[in-house]
């Protein structure tokens, strides 16, 4: 009879490297999140100017940052802040 691997036989070896850090795209949508707006249009003026991206695209890039691990560990106030609003925001619906 053989003996059967230990349960954590798939979990990484100390030295296995970790998750990919945050690109940095991902770092500076969450510093854009970070900042206040002043007045309408600001921030999707910002939003193009300093990522080239349409708001759209932002938003769809921002609500997968907030599911994601790295995130909430490179930020966690501003991901958690943004879940409770996402979170409220789904309540409304």
């Known amino acids: ?3 059967s691997p ?3 036989a798939d979990a990484p070896g100390p ?9 940095d795209r991902e770092r500076a949508v969450l510093a854009l999140e970070r900042r206040s707006w002043t007045g309408p249009g600001a921030k999707e003026r910002a939003i193009r100017e300093e990522l080239g991206v349409a708001p759209v695209r932002y ?7 907030l599911d994601d691990r790295r995130a909430l560990e490179a930020d966690p106030v501003t991901v958690n802040r943004l879940r409770r609003v996402r979170e409220a925001r789904r309540g409304r619906r």
């Open 1 to 3: 009879m053989t003996a």
């Open 6 to 8: 230990p349960d954590d």
């Open 15 to 23: 030295d296995a490297p970790g998750p990919a850090p945050l690109s």
């Open 59 to 65: 938003y769809q890039l921002l609500n997968a940052l």
